[in-house]
């Protein structure tokens, strides 16, 4: 299979496969927890043991750090300016305001996926195996956001498949961003690509530390969340071997 072809497909797994487990069953809350600190620890180690690596080989140190910034700042925006994804939205509410958040939080998923996108982009610089670990730590910290936004819409309205269709639909900014970053990529110099790779890096920071990692703890935590952070540690480090 051509390798772009995988990366679209990797990359518009979660939202899908989320959205498609909300109109039919919610999983557990300590799958959901586990799951997501294994996307931290994949979205981290990727970012510190590659991407800000490669950014200071291709630009500098300083336009590195700068990178990092700009990208966390990004996140840090969007997240005051939409409604993004929390534990506590998805529990259910009562009456129209359920409605009403579910939309807000399908708009807010929407515009927070497209940065997303060209995060995933950054592996037509970086190599085919870096853009696939994005993809997979994206897609994987995507599918509890499928979950949160499909089933709060699935409740209101009990239509499965309109639920389904509008949370999958997440995916498309995914696309969007990807293929204009890998135009940008072409386009654009050196040291702006080895910014945008550590942009990348502090935007995968930011998810994991402000969403990714606190959402995976709780105060029934039996600790397994640590270990399945550890593993996505070890999942990109072993990566490392191929």
């Known amino acids: 299979m051509d390798s772009l072809i995988l990366i679209l497909i990797i990359s518009v797994l979660g939202p899908i496969i989320?959205?498609?487990i909300g109109v039919i069953k919610k999983p557990s809350q300590k799958f959901m927890y586990n799951m997501m600190a294994f996307a931290a620890g994949?979205?981290?180690a990727i970012s510190f043991l590659e991407l800000i690596p490669q950014s200071i080989e291709l630009s500098s140190v300083w336009l590195c750090a700068i990178g990092v910034l700009i990208g966390a700042l990004i996140m840090y925006l969007l997240d005051k300016l939409i409604p993004h994804i929390h534990p506590e939205l998805c529990r259910q509410e009562h009456g129209c305001q359920l409605r009403k958040t579910s939309i807000y939080l399908l708009l807010g998923i929407f515009l927070h996926n497209f940065p997303e996108g060209m995060a995933i982009a950054v592996?037509?610089?970086s190599g085919i195996k870096v853009s696939l670990t994005i993809a997979l730590g994206i897609a994987i910290h995507?599918?509890?956001e499928g979950i949160c936004t499909s089933a709060p819409y699935f409740s209101c309205t009990g239509?499965?498949?309109?639920?389904f269709l509008l949370s999958s639909a997440t995916a498309i900014p995914i696309l969007l961003g990807f293929f204009f970053a890998k135009f940008l990529y072409g386009v654009i110099s050196m040291?702006?690509?080895g910014v945008a790779i550590a942009a990348t890096a502090g935007l995968m920071i930011y998810i994991s530390a402000d969403e990714l990692i606190p959402c995976s703890c709780c105060e029934k935590s039996d600790h397994s969340n640590i270990f399945s952070l550890i593993a996505g540690v070890?999942?990109?480090v072993l990566l490392g071997l191929l």
């Open 191 to 193: 040291n702006f690509i």
């Open 123 to 125: 592996g037509y610089v």
């Open 18 to 20: 989320g959205s498609l």
């Open 159 to 163: 239509k499965r498949l309109k639920s």
């Open 142 to 144: 995507n599918i509890p």
């Open 234 to 236: 070890i999942f990109v």
């Open 42 to 44: 994949v979205m981290m």
